[in-house]
């Protein structure tokens, strides 16, 4: 089984920054993809990053030039670093995995609060 823990969310000012980390444990053969969702209240999930195996990366318009996604495969963690945070980045970030056998398997974050407040 796979197993994410995230870690690095907090109450930050507008303008300021924090790194998200997510490390996965478990019986991991291959990892194809990590990302970083986030769900604001009242407001579906959204796709904020995602970067695959190849450490090709993609965000979303909202945050591309703030926040920059990262991982180290040595340690099965990804990472997102985001800057010149904004209120409207206020959510529940949640770390994913995606593992590509015969079939593709999800895994989830348990999920870490972003505030941005002033």
């Known amino acids: 089984q796979v197993q994410l823990v995230e870690s690095g969310g907090g109450l930050v000012q507008p303008g300021g920054s924090l790194r998200l980390s997510c490390a996965a444990s478990?019986?991991?053969?291959?990892?194809?993809?990590m990302g970083w969702y986030r769900q604001a209240p009242g407001k579906k999930r959204e796709l904020v990053a995602v970067?695959?195996?190849?450490?090709?990366?993609y965000s979303a318009d909202s945050v591309k030039g703030r926040f920059t996604i990262s991982r180290d495969n040595a340690k099965n963690t990804v990472y997102l670093q985001m800057n010149s945070l904004k209120p409207e980045d206020t959510a529940v970030y949640y770390c994913?995995?995606?593992?590509?056998?015969?079939?593709?398997?999800?895994?989830w974050g348990q999920g870490t609060q972003v505030t941005v407040s002033s």
């Open positions: 994913n995995v995606v593992v590509i056998t015969t079939s593709t398997y999800n895994y």
């Open positions: 478990g019986t991991i053969s291959s990892i194809n993809r």
């Open positions: 970067i695959d195996s190849g450490r090709s990366s």
